[in-house]
């Protein structure tokens, strides 16, 4: 089982190895979640949801079940 963006905690980097939706990867991949590229998750809402990662040069707001679907390597 592989770690998720999800999972990190606040500071954290990683790289994106790939995604567990399909169908939701093309959106997240349109958003700059590129496989290969780097993202750091900045911070989650007070109950944990939604959470705010930096991508490509921008922060993004992801639903915790999309971050759920994105498979990383640290």
Do not use: H, W
């Not at 290969?36 to 040069?57: E, H, K, L, M, Q």
């Not at 992801?62 to 759920?68: F, I, K, T």
């Amino acid at each position: 089982m592989s770690q998720t963006v999800a999972q990190m905690r606040p500071g954290e980097i990683a790289v994106i190895s790939g995604f567990s939706d399909d169908e939701l990867s093309v959106k997240l991949m349109e958003m700059g979640c590129l496989p290969g590229g780097s993202i750091r998750f900045n911070f989650a809402a007070p109950f944990g949801d939604p959470v705010c990662v930096s991508v490509a040069g921008y922060d993004l707001s992801l639903r915790l079940e999309e971050a759920a679907s994105i498979s990383i390597l640290n």
